[in-house]
């Protein structure tokens, strides 16, 4: 295990800036997660934390080492790729074992570690087969199993999950989540969903550009997102942002009609136009809140446990998440409330949070 840190890092393809400044500290045994949508730089930046890719400036220390010109092999980390990379005509246990061997490791040794590798992932059982008689997910635990073998300093996961369906996804995340749990080891895990992010991360790197927008534990980022994009990235479905100003008597006056109460964190709202974002699961039926956000209805989605109603208020789109049985028909109109506590304001011209 060891702490990684990344200061002032810069990559540059010619005269293009694909990563610009980014600072990143992670601590001993933390589960971090870049994310972001694609081409922000996320896999880039694993990349060059891999030794992969070169570094055009800037530093990168895993413990107290200096690793930017270090070659892949000398850093002390292991790699878990998108496809597997597995060897189709080497065994599960050759495969795990592969790097081990080349290192001159004894077969000894060598098959103690993937015995308890496979004991960790379950795939005991499955030692003796080749990659195209498992799984989808037996394989993504052997590539797993291959990094945990050889004992890193930092595991990096580049977007493991995404060649699996649904069902899987769900169940993968559960299981790299409890192996962290097991292991206590730093792991870097780059995908460009938020769902994984949110639910598997310690602490969440969000990139937008090639530069960091956010960094924080996934309920600081939705709790009090920085700006528009990380509360519109952060959040399933995103977050409802309206063009509004303020107006007599401290209500926030929507562009497309109705209004909505300040956060209960601004008590001196600012002059001119702003930004209200305001969550589908946190919006009300009629009077159960504050304000009223007329929604004409166009599509319903009763999901048994809620309703998402998509519609527009005005000219702008909006969803409602609801919890209650909706008798409203698509063209009829539900009013909205919300709770002040729920209300997020940012600066139209700057899209950053305005708090106090």
Same mark, same amino acid.
């Given at each position: 295990?060891?702490?990684?840190?990344?200061?002032?890092?810069?990559?540059?393809?010619?005269?293009?800036?694909?990563?610009?400044?980014?600072?990143?500290?992670?601590?001993?045994?933390?589960?971090?997660?870049?994310? @972001?949508?694609?081409?922000?730089?996320?896999?880039?930046?694993?990349?060059?934390?891999?030794?992969?890719?070169?570094?055009?400036?800037?530093? /990168?220390?895993?413990?107290?080492?200096?690793?930017?010109?270090?070659?892949?092999?000398?850093?002390?980390?292991?790699?878990?790729?998108?496809? +597997?990379?597995? +060897?189709?005509?080497?065994?599960?246990?050759?495969?795990?074992?592969?790097?081990?061997?080349?290192?001159?490791?004894?077969?000894? =040794?060598?098959?103690?570690?993937?015995?308890?590798?496979?004991?960790?992932?379950?795939?005991?059982? !499955?030692? =003796?087969? +080749?990659?195209?008689?498992?799984? @989808?997910?037996?394989?993504?635990?052997?590539?797993?199993?291959?990094?945990?073998?050889?004992?890193?300093?930092?595991?990096?996961?580049?977007?493991?999950?995404?060649?699996?369906?649904?069902?899987?996804?769900?169940?993968?995340?559960?299981?790299?989540?409890?192996?962290?749990?097991?292991?206590?080891?730093?792991?870097? +895990?780059?995908?460009?969903?938020?769902?994984?992010?949110?639910?598997?991360?310690?602490? /969440?790197?969000?990139?937008?550009?090639?530069?960091?927008?956010?960094?924080?534990?996934?309920?600081?980022? !939705?709790?009090?997102?920085?700006?528009?994009?990380?509360?519109?990235?952060?959040?399933?479905?995103?977050?409802?942002?309206?063009?509004?100003?303020?107006?007599?008597? @401290?209500?926030? =006056?929507?562009?497309?009609?109705?209004?909505?109460?300040?956060?209960?964190?601004?008590?001196?709202?600012?002059?001119?136009?702003?930004?209200?974002?305001?969550?589908?699961?946190?919006?009300?039926? @009629?009077?159960?809140?504050?304000?009223?956000?007329?929604?004409?209805?166009?599509?319903?989605?009763?999901?048994?446990?809620?309703?998402?109603?998509?519609?527009?208020?005005?000219?702008?789109?909006?969803?409602?998440?609801?919890?209650?049985?909706?008798?409203?028909?698509?063209?009829?109109?539900?009013?909205?409330?919300?709770?002040?506590?729920?209300?997020?304001?940012?600066?139209?011209?700057?899209?950053?949070?305005?708090?106090?």
């Amino acid at each position: 295990m060891a702490q990684l840190q990344l200061s002032e890092v810069r990559k540059s393809f010619g005269a293009v800036d694909v990563i610009k400044g980014v600072d990143i500290d992670v601590r001993d045994g933390e589960f971090v997660v870049l994310v @972001g949508p694609s081409g922000c730089g996320k896999s880039t930046l694993l990349r060059m934390i891999a030794g992969l890719e070169t570094v055009t400036s800037g530093s /990168i220390r895993i413990g107290e080492r200096e690793v930017k010109n270090l070659r892949a092999k000398e850093r002390d980390i292991a790699m878990v790729f998108q496809s +597997y990379a597995l +060897y189709p005509h080497m065994t599960v246990a050759r495969n795990m074992g592969f790097a081990l061997k080349l290192q001159g490791i004894p077969k000894d =040794e060598i098959a103690k570690r993937v015995n308890d590798a496979a004991a960790i992932l379950n795939l005991t059982d !499955y030692l =003796e087969r +080749y990659p195209k008689q498992l799984s @989808g997910g037996q394989r993504q635990r052997v590539a797993m199993g291959r990094a945990i073998v050889r004992n890193p300093r930092v595991f990096l996961f580049d977007e493991p999950l995404s060649n699996l369906d649904a069902k899987l996804r769900v169940q993968m995340r559960a299981e790299i989540k409890q192996l962290h749990q097991r292991l206590g080891n730093t792991i870097i +895990y780059v995908t460009h969903d938020q769902i994984e992010a949110m639910t598997m991360a310690d602490k /969440i790197v969000i990139l937008s550009g090639g530069a960091v927008e956010q960094v924080g534990s996934p309920l600081e980022l !939705y709790d009090r997102p920085r700006n528009t994009f990380v509360a519109g990235f952060i959040g399933s479905p995103a977050m409802n942002l309206l063009e509004g100003r303020i107006g007599a008597g @401290g209500m926030i =006056e929507l562009a497309g009609g109705g209004t909505l109460p300040l956060p209960v964190d601004v008590a001196s709202p600012p002059k001119g136009g702003v930004i209200v974002g305001i969550r589908p699961e946190h919006m009300l039926l @009629g009077g159960a809140g504050q304000g009223d956000l007329p929604l004409r209805i166009d599509v319903l989605e009763p999901t048994g446990s809620e309703t998402h109603v998509m519609g527009k208020a005005g000219s702008v789109e909006v969803v409602a998440v609801v919890r209650d049985r909706l008798s409203e028909r698509p063209g009829e109109t539900l009013h909205l409330s919300v709770d002040p506590k729920h209300v997020h304001l940012f600066d139209a011209a700057s899209g950053l949070r305005i708090a106090e």
